[in-house]
Structure formats: C-alpha cells, structure tokens
C-alpha cells in the first residue's frame, strides 16, 4: 500500500513538471498578432484625411451594416473634443421637431428618439453625450478588404 501511494507520488510530480515548464516561456512580441513587424518600421506613414467639408455639403455615408450608427460625413476638427458640458453636437443634431419629417439637403439629421430622456421636452439623455463613442468620422482611405454585405429586402 505504501509503495503504491510512493509511486503515484512520484508519478504525479513528474507529470506535472513539463506543465509549470510552458507557464515560465514568454511568448516572443514579434509572435503576437496578425502584424509581423514593428509599426516603428514605417517611419512616414500615409497621411489622410476625414471626411471634409461643411456640415450639410456632403452625402450621407453608407453603413456597414444594417443597425450600424451612421457616420459623421462633416469635418470635426473644430468641434472636439466633446465633453459632457462642450458638446457641439447638440446644437444642431438634437431637434426632436424633425423627427419623421423628410430630411432634405442640408437639414441636419436628428438623433432618434432613443438618445432622449424626454422627445417632447427635447431633453437629451445624458448617457448618450460622447457622440463619437459610436459616430465616427469617415476616413478617406483605400479599402483594404470590399464589404460582401448585402441590404436585407
């Protein structure tokens, strides 16, 4: 008995030998990753640019996907960063009188009821103040990978 209780002692020990083993190599950074080289690499990387013009002059952007959030297709350099209490935004985006109405060229688009505590009173709900939390402006970049996404009928 006691020299099976022995043996499986020290069986047990040198199994688990190769496991604490693994647990002390480090995985080498230049493994990680889909990148295999330093961004240091490229020392001048392409310059772009948002989505430019004022807001109202462009064409609404396409969306990735059908609940993606829309994109911002006006510049927004002078508008950031946005704060809880310095939201640009706001000003010409939170107008709930245009709510299901025909937006035509050069009408800002309203934020949806969702994003109001209260559409009567126009009162924005404040957990939706960062804008570009989901809204992001359009780079103008080369496509790397073509969407394959199809409109539902």
């Known amino acids: 008995m006691r ?9 047990a020990s040198l199994l688990s030998l190769p496991a604490f083993a693994v647990q002390d190599q480090a995985i080498p950074e230049d493994s990680l990753g889909l990148y295999n ?3 240091y690499d490229v020392r001048n990387p392409d310059v772009f640019s948002y989505g430019g013009g004022d807001p109202g002059t ?41 709510l299901g109405q025909k937006i035509v060229k050069g009408m800002p688009i309203p934020a949806p009821a969702s994003h109001y505590a209260n559409v009567k009173k126009g009162e924005l709900y404040m957990g939706r103040w960062n804008c570009t939390q989901c809204h992001r402006p359009q780079a103008k970049v080369d496509v790397l990978v073509t969407s394959t996404f199809k409109k539902a009928k």
């Open 3 to 11: 020299k099976t209780l022995l043996l499986s002692a020290v069986l």
């Open 58 to 98: 462009n064409k609404r952007a396409l969306r990735s996907y059908n609940s993606a959030p829309p994109m911002i297709t006006h510049s927004t350099q002078d508008m950031l960063p946005i704060t809880r209490d310095s939201n640009l935004c706001k000003d010409c985006h939170v107008q709930p009188d245009l």
């Open 37 to 39: 080289s330093s961004v």
